[in-house]
C-alpha cells in the first residue's frame, strides 16, 4: 500500500511562506513524503487542487481523444517529433526500456499548446487540469524542502516559468499526457501478477526523467508496479520472472477525494546525491479482465527551468565520500535523457560524462 499525505496544509492561500515557522500538519506531511521517499520513491496525495469534477472532465475528454479514428489521430494531432519527444505516439511506437518491445500505449504530445484535432471541450479541459497540477506541483516543492531540512524555497526557484514541463519554448519536451493502454493480449494462465512474457508488460521497467512525475490513474486502472531497489539494474530485461515486483495500489479514498500518485524522478534522486530513490517501474496485465478493459491514466512530468542550475547541496555528502554527480541544468540533463532513451551518443563537446 502506498503511503497517502493530505497536501492541503500546503495549498491553503498562505501556503508555506517562504521564512515562515511550519504548522504541526505541515511537518507531518513532509515527514511522511520523506519516509517514501527514500524507501519506494511513491506517494499518493491528495486535496492537491484537483477537484473530482475536473478529474471526471479530464478522463472523459482523455476518452473523447483517443476514441477518434485512427487515421484522424494520425494525421490531425501534431506529427511526433522524436528529437523533442513531441507529436502523437500511436500504440507500439515507444519503448521506455529499450531491452523490451514496444509499449502497449498511446499518447499525444501536445507542445505549445497544439490542439490542432482534438475533439470540442478537450482543450479548455486540459488547460484548467493544467494550471491546477502546476500549482500542486510548486506546492509539492515546498513540502519537499520542507521534508530534507532545506529552504523553503529550494526546489521551488527551479520552477519559475515551467518551460521545460509545459513546451513553452522549443525545442524542449512536453511534459504533460494523458495515455491511453487499449485493450490487449491476457497475461499467461497460471503465473499471478507476475507476467513470463512481453505481452503481458504494457510498459517496461524504467525511472522518470525529472524531479517528479504527478500521475492520475483512472478508474479501474490497474498494472503498475514499483522495483525493489535490490531488485535489478534500471533499464535491463531483468524482471521477466518478477522477482522484486510490488504493486503499487493507493490507499482508497473516500467518494469526491482525488489521489494522484507522485514519484521521485532520476534528476530529483540525483540532487539529492540519492538520499532520495528514483525507483524503476512498469505497467503489466494483471489479470485477462485487465487485458480486456481499457486503461487511462493522466501524466504531469515536472522538471527543472531549462537553465536552472541543478548542483548537489554539500549538506546531502555521506561521510568519506564525494558528491556523486556534477552540477548540470534543467535541459542539458533532459535532452541527454533523451539521447539516451533514443541511443544517441552524447557529443564529446559537451564536456559532461
Given amino acids: 500500500m502506498v503511503a497517502t499525505v493530505d497536501l492541503s496544509p500546503f495549498m491553503a492561500d498562505e501556503g508555506v511562506v517562504v521564512g515562515a515557522v511550519p504548522t504541526a500538519s505541515q511537518l507531518a506531511g513532509a515527514k511522511a513524503i520523506d519516509l517514501a521517499c527514500r524507501d519506494t520513491g511513491f506517494v499518493q496525495v491528495i486535496n492537491f487542487g484537483v477537484s473530482a469534477e475536473l478529474r471526471r472532465r479530464a478522463f472523459a475528454a482523455a476518452e473523447a481523444l483517443f476514441a477518434q479514428p485512427e487515421e484522424h489521430k494520425r494525421e490531425r494531432l501534431a506529427r511526433l517529433q522524436p528529437a523533442t519527444n513531441t507529436g502523437y505516439a500511436p500504440v507500439g511506437l515507444e519503448s521506455l526500456n529499450r531491452a523490451r ?54 526546489f521551488l526557484r527551479s520552477l519559475q516559468r515551467f518551460d521545460l514541463c509545459t513546451l513553452r519554448m522549443p525545442p524542449l519536451d512536453c511534459k504533460r499526457r494523458m495515455l491511453h493502454y487499449p485493450p490487449c493480449d491476457p497475461p499467461a494462465e497460471g503465473r499471478g501478477r507476475q507476467p513470463v512474457s512481453s505481452s503481458a508488460i504494457r510498459v517496461g521497467e524504467h525511472t522518470d526523467f525529472g524531479a517528479y512525475t504527478f ?21 535491463g530485461a531483468a524482471g521477466g520472472e518478477g522477482e522484486g515486483w510490488a504493486d503499487v495500489v493507493p ?87 533523451l539521447r539516451e532513451a533514443q541511443g544517441v551518443q552524447k557529443p564529446a563537446a559537451s564536456g559532461r560524462d
Avoid at 215 to 234: H, I, T
Fill in 101 to 154: 518491445p514496444a509499449d502497449l500505449k498511446e499518447a499525444p504530445e501536445l507542445g505549445l499548446n497544439n490542439f490542432a484535432g482534438c475533439p470540442n471541450g478537450y482543450e479548455e479541459t486540459a488547460l484548467e487540469l493544467w494550471r491546477a497540477l502546476e500549482l500542486a506541483a510548486r506546492r509539492y516543492a515546498l513540502a519537499c524542502a520542507l521534508a530534507l531540512g532545506l529552504e523553503t524555497d529550494y
Fill in 215 to 235: 500521475l492520475l490513474l483512472g478508474d479501474g486502472a490497474q498494472g503498475l508496479q514499483v522495483k525493489s531497489v535490490a531488485g535489478g539494474e534500471v533499464g
Fill in 251 to 337: 490507499e482508497p479514498q473516500p467518494e469526491g477525494v482525488v489521489g494522484a500518485v507522485v514519484n521521485t524522478g532520476a534528476l530529483l534522486a540525483r540532487w539529492t546525491n540519492d538520499v532520495w530513490c528514483a525507483t524503476a517501474h512498469r505497467v503489466i496485465v494483471p489479470t485477462a479482465a485487465a487485458a480486456a478493459a481499457h486503461r487511462y491514466s493522466i501524466a504531469c512530468f515536472i522538471d527543472p527551468d531549462a537553465d536552472f542550475v541543478v548542483a548537489v547541496d554539500p549538506r546531502f555528502a555521506r561521510p568519506g565520500e564525494e558528491l556523486r554527480y556534477p552540477p548540470t541544468t534543467g535541459l542539458e540533463y533532459l535532452m541527454g535523457k
